[in-house]
């Protein structure tokens, strides 16, 4: 059964707790949950996996390094994805201070992967590929809005608090995208946020 909000928060207080008492193997599945969602997300804004990487285990290390005060964190999943979008606008130099306040409407944020139970879905391969497409297709900022939410299952709060826009903006970012996946499915738009196939929650979704 997948794990709810709650759940999740309780999950990262005890790794949380753990990781401050000096508990490495906390640490290390602190990793593992977030290392590689982390490395994509700062991909889409320094366009290197070998910078993304570097930066996202600079994140890491200070986390270790002042473990003392992780528990202070309050929400653990903004803090890191904040913490490797503003490494990430470093990186940029002389363009740093204009991403930090950007829109994030040039960005472009691959998707490895959409849905990692197409079964579960209900949708033949073709059908996934023409998912895939349309997802492609979607906006920059659009695409990086479903990407957080769908594939880093993040609620619409925490996209909202990592890239500075609001949770309006994210509803009809999420309606767009949507919109233009069930049309490239042929598939009759469920009403929105409830949609029922593609379980796009409003403020759930994530798994630990």
């Known amino acids: 059964m997948p794990a709810n909000d709650h759940d999740i928060t309780v999950q990262l207080r005890e790794l949380q707790t753990r990781i401050a008492n000096n508990d490495e193997t906390a640490f290390t599945q602190l990793y593992l949950h977030f290392g590689k969602k982390l ?8 366009r290197s996996k070998e910078i993304a990487e570097e930066l996202v285990e600079d994140v890491f290390v200070k986390i270790w390094a002042n473990r003392d005060h992780i528990i202070e964190i309050e929400n653990l999943t903004v803090y890191l994805y904040v913490a490797v979008k503003n490494k990430s606008l470093n990186v940029l130099s002389e363009k740093s ?5 950007a829109s994030f409407d040039y960005l472009d944020t691959t998707l490895d992967e959409f849905a990692t139970d197409p079964y579960d879905l209900m949708i033949t391969a073709e059908m996934m590929g023409r998912m895939h497409q349309a997802i492609e297709s979607l906006p920059p900022r659009c695409k990086m809005i479903f990407k957080l939410i769908r594939e880093d299952g993040l609620r619409y709060k925490e996209v909202g608090d990592i890239l ?3 949770v309006n903006t994210i509803d009809a970012q999420m309606a767009i995208a949507v919109k233009k996946i069930c049309t490239a499915l042929q598939v009759k738009k469920p009403s929105y946020p409830h949609t029922a196939h593609l379980e796009i929650k409003h403020e759930t979704g994530n798994k630990f």
Do not use: Q
């Open 39 to 46: 490395i994509h997300f700062s991909v889409s804004l320094v």
């Open 97 to 101: 201070r204009e991403l930090v306040s």
């Open 164 to 166: 500075n826009i609001s």
